[in-house]
């Protein structure tokens, strides 16, 4: 499960309402970890029910390799920890001098936070090949 986790994948997040968006996360301290800001209504979305459904998962049509990770979870909107944030983006961006301005100025946003998602149990891992 690390190892699939570890990938730049993205994850759909499900909160109350309901409302699905996808998101790049960080899988690390045994939690989920993404970020927020003042152009998303998540932070009031999770204030009102913190309870989140979560699936990272694979299609590869040529191999027919399916893997998926669910879970389900309570989150918390934090300070942002811009060590953090870094290593999310880089999975994703690659290294950071090489970042459109656009994801430098958001780690700059006084009103950036991360979220961080503890799953209630261990994640399911799933191999739903074919």
């Known amino acids: 499960m690390h190892d699939f986790l570890s990938r730049p994948l993205v994850a759909r997040v499900a909160t109350a309402g309901p409302t699905v968006r ?3 996360f960080l899988w690390e301290e045994n939690a989920f970890w993404w970020l927020t800001g003042a152009y998303a209504r998540l932070e009031r979305r999770l204030a009102e029910d913190p309870t989140v459904a979560l699936v ?3 299609c590869d049509l040529a191999t027919g390799q399916v893997l ?3 879970c389900r979870g309570t989150a918390e909107v ?3 920890d811009r060590s953090r944030a870094v290593r999310k983006l880089t999975r994703y961006l ?6 459109p301005a656009r994801f430098t ?3 700059d946003d006084p009103a950036a936070r991360l979220v961080r998602c503890v799953p209630e149990r261990p994640p399911v891992v799933r191999d739903l090949s074919w």
């Open 105 to 107: 100025a958001s780690l």
């Open 94 to 99: 690659g290294p950071e001098e090489t970042w």
């Open 22 to 24: 996808p998101v790049w």
């Open 56 to 58: 990272v998962d694979t």
């Open 68 to 70: 998926s990770v669910t």
């Open 78 to 80: 934090v300070a942002l």
